[in-house]
């Protein structure tokens, strides 16, 4: 078991080059299954769901080595379709290989994808829009059994914009001939890296707002491509700063995608710079902001909500956070409750009334941001924290405890 031991009441000060992208790289890395070929991707994250994919990958027969930030696959040799439940398990964006192996073989096998535990997360628009290609989904105990053996030109209006499910029905559109129409696509900058990276590879891809129109059929090649930077990776850093009262400068950043982000933090009283690829914070004091309601991109995100929920827990007055997304992701409150922070929680909604301290405490993370969120708490607070479990955290930030390290935070890990 990982642990974070973290002795709070320092400003974070100092520079941050922003990794690759985890929500990117991950599409990424199944997409390469649907190519067949080599393709070399740079600007990738360490983390453990890279190190899950490259497993997952390895399993189905594919040839895949990383060396630093740079990973090299070659799916020429992928001769499996089955993704055993243990592989699912450890990560939810385990599910993408599914479209990306009906392009290529025509049947996959897998199980319900795991990950951090956020409520009800179905993947019933996924096999909605397969099911509108042709394909024929078969439950068989915990696993599902899809088949396509004559991909079928259509349109799919998916009813929400889910960023999984548009990567999914991307990666499988790419094995039916004439063209698919993805209505109401996510527009999350993850799913246009993902056309860029097809692109790349030969794959014919038009985009017309939320509509995205791909002609299958098409033969694909590998590529070499450098995955974007991780825009959440880059919001929990910002939201890190002015918990802290710190100054902090990110570069190797895209701000444009954080404009929502960005857009609360200086209603928050928080002085931000932008030049080019980098991103300047500066806070003095933090004043609460409301309501902040996640929403899919360009509002708020999903994933910045319980680093921010954190920030607001030392805010002066009070915020009201609204939940939108996942019905169960909310998991961080208790723990900020020990710490001393002052929130009202029901399911989907929460009331944070700003504290001048809190205190060190023991916790668990529960989740990937949720942790994050623990640790922002920990550095704002009196005494040691303990924040156990924290390999969840791992799985989605590259040398977490040495960046923090870096710019002044007290925080040591331990096995």
């Known amino acids: 078991m990982v642990a974070y031991h973290i002795s709070g009441g320092a400003p974070l000060q100092g520079t941050i080059a922003i990794h690759g992208a985890k929500n990117s790289v991950l599409p990424l890395l199944a997409a390469a299954v649907a190519v067949g070929g080599r393709c070399t991707l740079t600007n990738c994250p360490a983390i453990r769901d890279v190190d899950t994919a490259l497993d997952i990958l390895r399993h189905l027969g594919c040839a895949a080595r990383r060396s630093a930030d740079r990973v090299e696959v070659d799916a020429s040799g992928a001769n499996r379709t089955d993704i055993p439940a243990r592989l699912m398990r450890r990560m939810r964006a385990a599910v993408l290989f599914l479209g990306a192996l009906l392009t290529r073989f025509g049947r996959a096998e897998i199980s319900l994808p795991g990950g951090c535990v956020l409520g009800e997360r179905p993947i019933d628009l996924h096999l909605f829009g397969l099911r509108r290609m042709g394909a024929e989904v078969e439950a068989r105990g915990e696993r599902i059994v899809c088949t396509m053996a004559n991909p079928q030109p259509c349109t799919i209006a998916l009813p929400f914009p889910s ?15 004439d063209e698919v129409n993805i209505c109401n696509a996510a527009l999350e900058p993850e799913i246009a890296d993902l056309v860029l990276f097809l692109r790349a590879c030969g794959a014919e891809i038009a985009e017309k707002g939320s509509v995205l129109r791909v002609r299958g059929g098409v033969p694909l090649t590998g590529c070499a491509y450098r995955v974007m930077p991780d825009r959440i990776e880059a919001a929990t850093y910002l939201i890190a700063a002015a918990a802290t009262r710190g100054d902090l400068l990110l570069t190797e950043l895209c701000p444009e995608h954080l404009t929502a982000v960005t857009e609360l933090l200086s209603r ?40 921010m929920m954190a920030a607001m827990a030392v805010a002066e007055g009070v915020s009201v956070f609204e939940e939108t997304i996942f019905s169960d992701r909310l998991r961080h ?78 925080i040591e890990r331990s096995n």
């Open 163 to 177: 960023v999984g499910a548009t990567e999914n029905l991307l990666l499988a559109a790419l094995a039916c001939p």
């Open 268 to 307: 928050a009283s928080c002085e931000l710079t932008v030049g080019g690829h980098s991103l300047r914070l500066r806070c003095r004091s933090l004043r609460a902001v409301s309501p902040i309601r996640t929403a899919p991109y360009d509002g708020f995100p999903t994933d910045a909500q319980a680093p």
């Open 333 to 410: 409150v208790p723990a900020l409750r020990r710490m001393g922070a002052q929130i009202l929680a029901a399911k989907t909604h929460a009331v944070v009334t700003g504290v001048k301290t809190l205190y060190g405490a023991r916790a668990e993370a529960t989740d990937l941001r949720g942790g994050a969120a623990m640790v922002i708490a920990a550095l704002c607070a009196q005494g040691e924290s303990v924040i156990t479990e924290a390999e969840h955290i791992e799985r989605g930030y590259a040398d977490f405890v040495p960046v923090l390290q870096a710019c002044g935070a007290a």
